[in-house]
Antibody, heavy 118, light 111 residues
């Protein structure tokens, strides 16, 4: 059974930092592309970042470019999102999501809530 | 503002069919056959329903179908059932640096 379990969310002040983690199981993580997608409260989905299986290709949404960093550790079947200089607009549920390649997201974790507030 | 445009809401009665549209540009929907649709029930993670415009993943009912014409993709749900009530999002690969575009979502109400 495919499982993606996110952790690391919580309450952080504006300007602060947070590191999200996603532990994967039930599929070949080392050959899978991965994404982070977020959803602000009551709003729609917003793609955040993509990383290829070997970390050779990385993409970011313009809204987070320069502030967020995606990474992965294939030995630990884990995906990460380092979030710096957080602003209120970053408040959202952050989903870890497995891709087929760069063109499709096939499976989503249950998400972790990040709240940026003073 | 979302990159892809969907109607905010649609509704239908059990047994009826509904169609949700998703309009983009030649840089996304119109330029590639990489349109996907996701279903999201309240408090749950999105679930892939259609990929590559018209393909269904294993386990998805054939009541769900997808199509595309020009810059507009469509999701059709036939034989509406109460459990189909959910939010539906379209997505497309995009030539822009963003890589992935989502629609704003459509709330389906089964009357």
């Amino acid at each position: 059974e495919v499982q993606l379990v996110e952790s690391g969310g919580g309450l952080v002040q504006p300007g602060g930092s947070l590191r999200l983690s996603c532990e994967a199981s039930g599929f070949s993580f080392i050959t899978s592309t991965m994404n982070w997608v977020r959803q602000a409260p009551g709003k729609g989905l917003e793609w955040v970042s993509y990383i290829s299986s070997s970390s050779s290709s990385i993409y970011y949404a313009d809204s987070v470019k320069g502030r967020f960093t995606i990474s992965r550790d294939n030995a630990k079947n884990s995906l990460y999102l380092q979030m710096n200089s957080l602003i209120a607009e970053d408040t959202a549920i952050y989903y870890c999501a497995r891709g087929r390649d760069s063109t499709l997201i096939v499976y989503w974790g249950q998400g972790t809530l990040v709240t940026v507030s003073s | 503002q979302s990159a892809l445009t969907q109607p905010a809401s649609v509704s239908g009665s059990p047994g009826q069919s509904i169609t949700i549209s998703c309009t983009g540009t030649s840089s996304d929907v119109g330029g590639y056959n990489y349109v996907s649709w996701y279903q999201q029930h309240p408090g749950k993670a999105p679930k892939l329903m259609i990929y590559d415009v018209s393909n269904r993943p294993s386990g998805i009912s054939n009541r769900f179908s997808g199509s595309k014409s020009g810059n507009t993709a469509s999701l059709t749900i036939s034989g509406l059932q109460p459990e189909d009530e959910a939010d539906y999002y379209c997505s497309s690969y995009t030539r822009s640096s963003t890589l992935v575009a989502f629609g704003g979502g459509t709330k389906l109400t089964v009357l």
